[in-house]
Nanobody, 126 residues
Framework: QVQLVESGGGLVQTGGSLRLSCAASGRSFSSYAMGWFRQAPGKEREFVAAMSWILGATSYPDSVKGRFAISRDNAKNTVYLQMNSLKPEDTAVYYC???????????????????WGQGTQVTVSS
């Protein structure tokens, strides 16, 4: 059974940094795309970052480009989200996700991810 467990969230001041981790279990994740999404109260789930299973290709929306970086350690079955220069509008619950289909393209769409973690809260104070 595939499980994803996020950690690393917390309260940080504007301009601060956090690194989120997503520990995966149940299979090897080296051949699967990984993604990070976030959801603020009253808003839809929003794409934050994705990494391809091959060549380390990444994708970010303009709202976080240059501030956030996704990375993965296949040996540890863990994906990370480094978040710098945090803003109050980054406040949300952050989720990592992966796909059921191996060797498939990464996606910015939540519907194309099959497994999700429980989320970790990130709060940025002004």
């Amino acid at each position: 059974q595939v499980q994803l467990v996020e950690s690393g969230g917390g309260l940080v001041q504007t301009g601060g940094s956090l690194r989120l981790s997503c520990a995966a279990s149940g299979r090897s994740f080296s051949s699967y795309a990984m993604g990070w999404f976030r959801q603020a109260p009253g808003k839809e789930r929003e794409f934050v970052a994705a990494m391809s299973w091959i060549l380390g290709a990444t994708s970010y929306p303009d709202s976080v480009k240059g501030r956030f970086a996704i990375s993965r350690d296949n040996a540890k079955n863990t994906v990370y989200l480094q978040m710098n220069s945090l803003k109050p509008e980054d406040t949300a619950v952050y989720y990592c996700a992966t796909q059921a289909r191996s060797n498939y393209r990464m996606s910015t769409r939540a519907l194309e991810y099959d497994y999700w973690g429980q989320g970790t809260q990130v709060t940025v104070s002004s």
